[in-house]
């Protein structure tokens, strides 16, 4: 595998430099850097959202016919990279990177000319309804049930952890339309408006203070037949093809990285309290170096998956690898931030947002002020999305054999 860019694309990454440097305001570099949350709230997410939305860059990820950009997954990468050193917001994936795939796949044409524009926008704002309380890791058990009345579903049951739905306006949903067949087979991809009397949405809020995910009721609910993706009962395939972009898409190696970064900085002025600064302590150094060499190890695994896509391959089991040791370098950046920091990492403020002219002054540096809180809300990560045991699962059948 050649490692190295072409000219092409080193012309594009300076080009994708450039527009940074440009296009992305400082407010929203602070915004995302000071959101303790996984999720960037949606006021930081959409105004980037826009700005790229206007440059033609807001959905790299679907076919150029649809909107998409027409990159070549070498500049997908580059792209991500470069916005991730940048530090632009991460903006949700719900919308762009799970459901409008989708559409995009098995979308009528109807259906992709009426939602995929407003996607694209910003317009509509997508959250995602798989689980169930009972229905996590084994999510075809599902038992929310639609119900055809004519030419609308009825839908009644419950979702739950579900991210940002206080802020949408639209959820896609996995229903149960058959209860005689296979599970699998008795699965429907939905569709469904949340602005109606038969939604209610109840907060949860995480261990440090955030209200990010939510239990969502649907009481005699309505939605549409012209909503239904695909055929009845076809939803379990779309529901696959939508996990292995939510495990596959992520791009985490440059984020780590640009966090590794910024511990060996805060390493040469943090005291040990016994050999000057930290950066001095073999332990902690061996710590750090440990964690660098993983996620370099995990950048080369995110390239040799770009290798495969480039040649029309499809990633298959090596995304469950890549959010298995992803989430699992993330969760250690968390912990060793926490130990750098020392006594000053003993504060989680609740106000919010912890950014902008409101935002309350931090105790110590702004770093400290959202370490506790980050740490906190990334212990999430090993279980969103598939959880490690459900990853290990999957490499231990399709990689390794067993
Ligand atoms: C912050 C956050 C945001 C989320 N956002 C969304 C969202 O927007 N939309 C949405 O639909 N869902 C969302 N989820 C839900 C998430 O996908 C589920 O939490 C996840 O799939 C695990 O399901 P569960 O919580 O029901 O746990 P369970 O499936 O009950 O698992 C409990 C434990 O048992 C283990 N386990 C389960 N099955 C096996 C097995 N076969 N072998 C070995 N171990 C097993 C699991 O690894 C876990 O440790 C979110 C979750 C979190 C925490």
């Known amino acids: 595998m050649d490692m190295n860019f072409s000219p092409e694309d080193l012309a594009f990454r300076e080009e994708v430099r450039g527009f940074l440097s440009q296009k992305l305001p400082d407010r929203l570099r602070d915004g ?14 959409m105004e980037w959202h826009r700005i790229l939305y206007e440059k033609g860059w807001v959905a ?12 070549t997954p070498t500049q997908k990468f580059i792209f991500e990279k470069e916005c991730a050193l940048a530090g632009a917001p991460a903006i949700s994936i719900l919308g762009l990177r799970l459901v409008g795939p989708v559409i995009c796949e098995f ?21 995602q309804g798989y689980s169930e309380p009972g229905s996590g890791s084994d999510l075809a058990s599902l038992k929310t049930a639609a119900r055809l009345d004519g030419d609308e579903y009825v839908i009644n ?23 005689a067949v296979k599970k699998q087979a008795g699965i429907t991809f939905l569709l469904i408006p949340m602005d109606q009397p038969g939604v209610e949405v109840t907060p949860i809020h995480s261990m440090s203070g955030d209200h990010e995910v939510n239990q969502v009721f649907f009481s005699d609910a309505r939605t549409s037949i012209d909503n239904r993706i695909g055929e009845e009962g076809a939803g379990w395939a779309i529901a696959k093809f939508l ?56 950048e080369f695994t995110e390239l040799r998956i770009l290798a495969e896509l480039a040649k029309g391959r499809r990633p298959g089991p090596q995304t469950s690898l890549v959010k298995l040791l992803g989430s699992n370098i993330g969760q250690e950046i968390d912990t060793l931030r926490l130990e750098l920091l020392g006594p000053d990492a003993l504060q989680l403020p609740l106000e919010r947002p912890l950014y902008g002219n409101e935002a309350p ?3 110590g540096s702004e770093l400290a002020q959202t370490a506790m809180g980050r740490y906190l809300n990334n212990r999430a990560a090993t279980i969103f999305g598939g959880s490690d045991e459900v990853q290990k699962n999957i490499i231990a059948k399709t990689v390794l054999g067993l």
Request: hydrophobic share 35%; aromatic share 8%; charged share 30%.
């Open 157 to 179: 049951g419950s979702k739950i952890w579900t991210t940002h739905a206080h802020h949408a306006n639209w959820i896609f949903a996995l229903v149960r339309t058959d209860t």
């Open 60 to 71: 790299p990820h679907w076919p150029k016919e649809d909107g998409g950009t027409g990159w």
């Open 32 to 45: 995302a850097r000071r959101t303790p949350g996984v999720f960037v709230e949606p006021d930081i997410g």
């Open 107 to 127: 979308g009528t044409p109807e259906q992709k000319a009426r939602f995929l524009p407003r996607l694209l926008s910003g317009e509509d704002y997508w959250c």
């Open 361 to 363: 002054e931090p105790v």
């Open 243 to 298: 996990l292995e972009n939510e495990r596959g898409g992520s791009c985490y190696a440059p984020r780590l990285l640009k966090s590794i970064d910024k511990l060996e900085e805060l390493a040469e002025t943090q005291p040990s309290g016994v050999n000057g600064a930290i950066a001095h302590d073999p332990r902690f150094r061996d710590k750090l170096a440990r964690v660098r060499l993983d996620a370099e190890a995990l």
